[in-house]
């Protein structure tokens, strides 16, 4: 290959916008049942957007969602019901030194791991 055309590809890979990646990246967030996963996405408003998923660790299949859309925290559990308003904020959760520690705390909660009271989520 000439280096004419070596750099000619180059500045085209470079210089399209679609080749670069602008997907959110996909953290795991600490969780303490084996056979689930928990994971962590953030969609915008400075990390105050964000989704968290719980899932069945072997078959991928949706648990429980809890999202916030940069002001309130939504929450579905189960996977299939529909999805209701947690808090009026996600302040609670977005303030915190360990953000990724509350949204585990937060997704327990959710998933009856402790009493709804503690957190301010409201008994379904």
């Known amino acids: 290959m000439s280096l004419r055309l070596f750099a000619a590809l180059l500045l085209l890979t470079l210089a399209n916008p679609a ?26 408003c400075a990390d105050s957007c964000w989704v968290a998923e719980l899932r069945e660790r072997k078959s991928k299949k949706l648990k429980a969602r809890l999202r916030c859309d940069c002001s309130s925290l939504l929450g579905r559990y189960p996977a299939q019901s529909s999805e209701r308003t947690l808090q009026e904020s996600c302040s609670d959760i977005n303030q915190q030194d360990d953000k990724m520690g509350a949204v585990s705390q937060a997704m327990k909660r959710l998933v009856g ?4 009271a503690a957190a301010g989520i409201p008994a379904r």
């Not at 670069?20 to 084996?34: E, K």
């Not at 791991?113 to 709804?116: I, K, L, V, Y």
Request: charged share 10%; aromatic share 10%.
């Open 19 to 44: 080749s670069a990646s602008s997907a959110p990246a996909t953290y795991a967030v600490p969780w303490a049942v084996a056979s689930e996963v928990l994971t962590y996405k953030s969609c915008g």
């Open 113 to 116: 791991g402790e009493p709804a």
